[in-house]
């Protein structure tokens, strides 16, 4: 399969919004309110011939499945409803055609389900944000990013994983530092945070307990943040570095393009320089000959030549760089 091209799904967005004003002007007419064939008519433009532009128009010209037509299919059942509720003899028709799209709509997500998850059992990595990463459906990445997060939270605490010291690899920790200080401070403002937001919004239940589950969710965050630093430690391998900074960042280095390995005495600045542990002080500035591609959360990647790093025993990494 190929991907689909922006300027394709442009001009059928016009003229899908071309379509549908076009079939709310004839619900207006005097032609339609008669009945007949033409609320029939509007019916099929919406669930038939705009899912079928679409196929003809941006799925076929990609080589994409036929199945990813139905969140159009979908999105005509749902105009046709707004726009055929005062013709009571479309009942059932519309029935039919939600019932369809329903239908269509999961086999869609099964598929898509599916397919991620064999994409999840091929990966090579045992890094669960690594896994989620090498996703191909970028909404599938952005609910696996979040399930992360769920899972370092509340499944992390009861995981031990010793740190791996052998021949072929060496891991190394980065939770000292003033990371756990730093997070408790963060959950302790939003607690208090969360309690005055939800006694100032009482008037509004609402909003009070939206405002709470917000808050409760970023207690949560910091929880995993915490958890994930622990579980993504620094892989040092034979030919390869793996920089992993909790649920944020990890670049993976060739040590062969490593140019220079430095004690800074002050962060430099740049729109290509990674700091990993922004909460203290960095101990360690790597320079790398070629950029390399850090990946963040969401899908957020950024080019960095430098990174600084801050480690629980840097003497020891110093030490197991080859030279």
Known sequence: MTAIRTSRLHVFAGLAGLLLCVEWAITRTAVFQRGGIVPAAVLFDLVVCLPVVFGLLVLRPAKRSAIEVAPVVAVGAMA?????????????????????????????????????????????????????????????????????????AFVGPRVKRPLRNDAVVREFSYTDGGLVGLLLALGLLAVMEGIVAHLLLASSPRAAWLSTAVHAYGIVWLVAAYQAARLRPLVLGERRLLLRTSLV???????????????????????????????????????????????????????????????????????????
Not at 296 to 315: E, H, S
């Open 80 to 152: 046709a409803t707004l726009l055929l509720a005062s013709r009571p003899e479309m009942g059932w028709p519309l029935r039919v055609a939600g019932g369809a799209s329903e239908a269509l709509v999961l086999a869609y997500l099964v598929r898509r389900l599916a397919k991620a998850g064999g994409q999840l059992r091929g990966a090579q990595s045992d890094d669960l944000l690594m896994r989620i990463a090498a996703l191909t459906d970028p909404v599938l990445r952005i609910a696996g990013a979040e399930a992360a997060v769920l899972y370092y």
């Open 249 to 323: 960042w990890t670049v993976d280095i060739p040590l062969a393009s490593l140019a220079k390995v430095e004690t800074p005495a002050e962060l430099p600045r740049g729109s290509d320089v990674l700091n990993t542990a922004p909460w203290t002080q960095a101990q360690i500035l790597l320079t790398l000959k070629s950029a390399s591609v850090a990946q963040g959360p969401f899908g957020l990647t950024k080019k960095v030549t430098r990174v600084a790093l801050y480690l629980d025993d840097p003497a020891a990494f110093l030490e197991s760089l080859p030279r």
